[in-house]
């Protein structure tokens, strides 16, 4: 194949989202330099506050809002901690005459974005009282799936979307709906996975920093922040805007998805990006942004929940692993004879980690049981493990990978969790986890994304979001990071077992 056969699976990765150079027309977006004077304005200025945009430029900007407005603007200025930082006004009057609006304001390149939209109905309650409400029932759950369902439950009863998700990465950046609400009568995406392109790096990337985007209405072409260019040829900025008007390629993404209006707010957990809650709506939908920023209270402490609850997990099982390996110390410093049979020790490891079948190499000696292979394919993969790094656990969910005469059995044992137990290079227990035909829903088949143009093949979004299903074979369920570490714990014992007595011996011979 010549190269250009090959999609071009970076040009989404290269899309410089943050520098479209608009905002959506529900609201208007001023730049003012540190001297006051607007510097940018958005081509929709005059719909908002009655100046046309190219007579804004270069004026102070008590010229354009109030000087009661300019004010609040200043003193709320001070609150600003660096580029990342955004502060907002809710309800002020930008002039006499006009009804109230909602700003946010940011620095960005030395310049001040301000940004304003017309506030919501009044009468709504306080946010920190309807965010406390929420925060309540959340600790209320008692399992991560409640707890999970309940968060997307709250943030649509709050913002009134017909489907609110929750959408978790995995390791490679693929992504699951773990969560969902939705009005009856549509479809649910429960479960359904979507491949990694879906949502490019730079985007993930600025997702981090900036944890809330709306898209109030899809249609709308957006209103040009100008110029285009300052004076130094810099286009503006908006990575933390509100406003940010959102990638073409994004906009007909969600079309073909059926969407009219998103809502995402990011879901971070120790500094990653673990997902996303993403709300969808058939119709314009604009939350306000008073509403905005109670959902994104609700997702910087919900992120800051799921983090905990997850740590409990982890220290959950840690706890469970220094059992099994305490007791293992306790019961072979009584009979060391122990330590020499392959069946009492595959027994104990094998009931700390979930599996199928177990083999044991020790002293040459070989123990098998459940779905592990035959002795001859067990002494076959003992062969090439301890060609492999010495000492170290070796974990697969797809064996014939790593050892393709596993193929042979991948259904019996499919999946491999093996632990040297010993400083001889070929004792080891191994896990075995029987081979399980997932059927992975894709929203789509995740190769359409790749289509021909004048340009060759490229990445574009799939145009069909119908449910397809993927058979993964000779594949187990994977082992999971915690189960890793509890091999390690208990692989420690066992040499730190192994040592005592070797010293113990030593000194008695002595
Ligand atoms: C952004 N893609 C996104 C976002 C989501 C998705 C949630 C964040 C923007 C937002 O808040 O809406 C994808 N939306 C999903 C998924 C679900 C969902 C998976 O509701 C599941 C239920 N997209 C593609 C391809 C490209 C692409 C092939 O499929 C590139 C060619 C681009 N996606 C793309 C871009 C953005 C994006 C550029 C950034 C949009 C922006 O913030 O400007």
Same mark, same amino acid.
């Given at each position: 194949?010549?190269?250009?056969?090959?999609?071009?699976?970076?040009?989404?990765?290269?899309?410089?989202?943050?520098?479209?150079?608009?905002?959506?027309?529900?609201?208007?977006?001023?730049?003012?330099?540190?001297? +006051?004077?607007?510097?940018?304005?958005?081509?929709?200025?005059?719909?908002?506050?009655?100046? @046309?945009?190219?007579?804004?430029?270069?004026?102070?900007?008590?010229?354009?809002?109030?000087?009661?407005?300019?004010?609040?603007?200043?003193?709320?200025?001070?609150?600003?901690?660096?580029?990342?930082?955004?502060?907002?006004?809710?309800?002020?009057?930008?002039?006499?005459?006009?009804?109230?609006?909602?700003? @946010?304001?940011?620095?960005?390149?030395?310049?001040?974005?301000?940004?304003?939209?017309?506030?919501?109905?009044? /009468?709504?309650?306080?946010?920190?009282?309807?965010?406390?409400?929420?925060?309540?029932?959340?600790?209320?759950?008692?399992?991560?799936?409640?707890?999970?369902?309940?968060?997307?439950?709250?943030?649509?009863?709050?913002?009134?979307?017909?489907?609110?998700?929750?959408?978790?990465?995995?390791?490679?950046?693929?992504?699951?709906?773990?969560?969902?609400?939705?009005?009856?009568?549509?479809?649910?995406?429960?479960?359904?996975?979507?491949?990694?392109?879906?949502?490019?790096?730079?985007?993930?990337?600025?997702?981090?920093?900036?944890?809330?985007?709306?898209?109030?209405?899809?249609?709308?072409?957006?209103?040009?922040?100008?110029?285009?260019?300052?004076?130094?040829?810099?286009?503006?900025?908006?990575?933390?805007?509100?406003?940010?008007?959102?990638?073409?390629?994004?906009?007909?993404?969600?079309?073909?998805?059926?969407?009219?209006?998103?809502?995402?707010?990011?879901?971070?957990?120790? /500094?990653?990006? +673990?997902?996303?809650?993403?709300?969808?709506?058939?119709?314009?939908?604009?939350?306000?942004?008073?509403?905005?920023?109670?959902?994104?209270?609700?997702?910087?402490?919900?992120?800051?929940?799921?983090?905990?609850?997850?740590?409990?997990?982890?220290?959950?099982?840690?706890?469970?692993?220094?059992?099994?390996?305490?007791?293992?110390?306790?019961?072979?410093?009584?009979?060391?004879?122990?330590?020499?049979?392959?069946? +009492?020790?595959?027994?104990?490891?094998?009931?700390?980690?979930?599996?199928? /079948?177990?083999?044991?190499?020790?002293?040459?000696?070989?123990?098998?049981? /459940?779905?592990?292979?035959?002795?001859?394919?067990?002494?076959?993969?003992?062969?090439?493990?301890?060609?492999?790094?010495?000492?170290?656990?070796?974990?697969?969910?797809?064996?014939?990978?790593?050892?393709?005469?596993?193929?042979?059995?991948?259904?019996?044992? @499919?999946?491999?969790?093996?632990?040297?137990?010993?400083?001889?290079?070929?004792?080891?227990?191994?896990?075995?986890?029987?081979?399980?035909?997932?059927?992975?829903?894709?929203?789509?088949?995740?190769?359409?994304?790749?289509?021909?143009?004048?340009?060759?093949?490229?990445?574009?979004?799939?145009?069909?979001?119908?449910?397809?299903?993927?058979?993964?074979?000779?594949?187990?369920?994977?082992?999971?990071?915690?189960?890793?570490?509890?091999?390690?714990?208990?692989?420690?014992?066992?040499?730190?077992?192994?040592?005592?007595?070797?010293?113990?011996?030593?000194?008695?011979?002595?």
């Amino acid at each position: 194949a010549t190269p250009t056969d090959q999609p071009d699976l970076t040009a989404c990765d290269r899309e410089p989202i943050h520098l479209l150079g608009a905002v959506q027309s529900f609201g208007f977006l001023l730049a003012v330099s540190s001297d +006051w004077l607007v510097s940018r304005a958005s081509e929709n200025l005059a719909d908002h506050v009655g100046t @046309a945009w190219d007579i804004a430029l270069g004026q102070p900007l008590h010229a354009v809002l109030s000087q009661d407005a300019v004010h609040d603007i200043r003193n709320r200025i001070a609150y600003l901690q660096g580029e990342d930082s955004v502060e907002r006004l809710l309800r002020i009057r930008l002039k006499p005459d006009l009804p109230e609006y909602d700003v @946010a304001i940011h620095f960005s390149r030395g310049s001040i974005i301000i940004e304003g939209e017309p506030s919501g109905p009044a /009468g709504h309650e306080d946010i920190g009282i309807t965010v406390r409400s929420m925060l309540m029932r959340q600790s209320q759950s008692s399992s991560m799936q409640n707890f999970q369902l309940n968060a997307v439950r709250q943030i649509r009863a709050i913002t009134g979307f017909d489907r609110v998700m929750l959408y978790r990465f995995d390791q490679d950046g693929a992504g699951e709906v773990v969560a969902e609400s939705v009005a009856s009568k549509r479809e649910s995406f429960l479960g359904l996975r979507y491949p990694a392109t879906d949502i490019p790096r730079q985007a993930r990337a600025l997702y981090l920093r900036n944890v809330l985007r709306v898209i109030a209405d899809l249609q709308d072409p957006g209103a040009r922040v100008l110029p285009e260019r300052d004076l130094h040829g810099h286009p503006i900025d908006l990575s933390m805007s509100v406003l940010r008007s959102v990638s073409p390629v994004h906009i007909e993404y969600l079309t073909n998805m059926g969407v009219r209006a998103s809502l995402s707010i990011s879901v971070v957990c120790e /500094g990653r990006l +673990w997902g996303l809650i993403a709300c969808h709506h058939h119709a314009p939908l604009r939350p306000s942004l008073e509403q905005r920023t109670a959902a994104e209270l609700f997702g910087r402490m919900f992120s800051m929940m799921l983090e905990s609850r997850e740590r409990e997990e982890t220290a959950g099982y840690e706890q469970r692993s220094r059992a099994i390996a305490d007791r293992l110390m306790a019961v072979v410093a009584q009979d060391a004879k122990l330590l020499h049979d392959p069946e +009492w020790i595959g027994e104990t490891i094998g009931a700390a980690i979930p599996n199928d /079948g177990i083999g044991v190499y020790l002293d040459g000696r070989i123990a098998l049981s /459940g779905m592990a292979p035959d002795e001859g394919q067990f002494r076959a993969l003992i062969r090439d493990l301890s060609t492999g790094a010495a000492s170290q656990i070796v974990i697969t969910d797809h064996l014939s990978q790593l050892h393709p005469p596993a193929a042979a059995y991948a259904e019996r044992a @499919a999946g491999m969790l093996a632990i040297p137990i010993s400083r001889s290079p070929r004792d080891y227990v191994v896990l075995f986890r029987a081979e399980k035909v997932r059927s992975v829903r894709w929203a789509g088949d995740p190769q359409k994304a790749m289509e021909e143009d004048a340009h060759g093949v490229r990445l574009s979004p799939r145009k069909s979001f119908e449910a397809w299903r993927q058979l993964v074979q000779g594949v187990s369920e994977p082992f999971a990071a915690a189960e890793r570490r509890v091999a390690e714990a208990v692989r420690t014992s066992l040499l730190e077992v192994v040592l005592l007595l070797s010293e113990e011996r030593e000194s008695d011979q002595a």
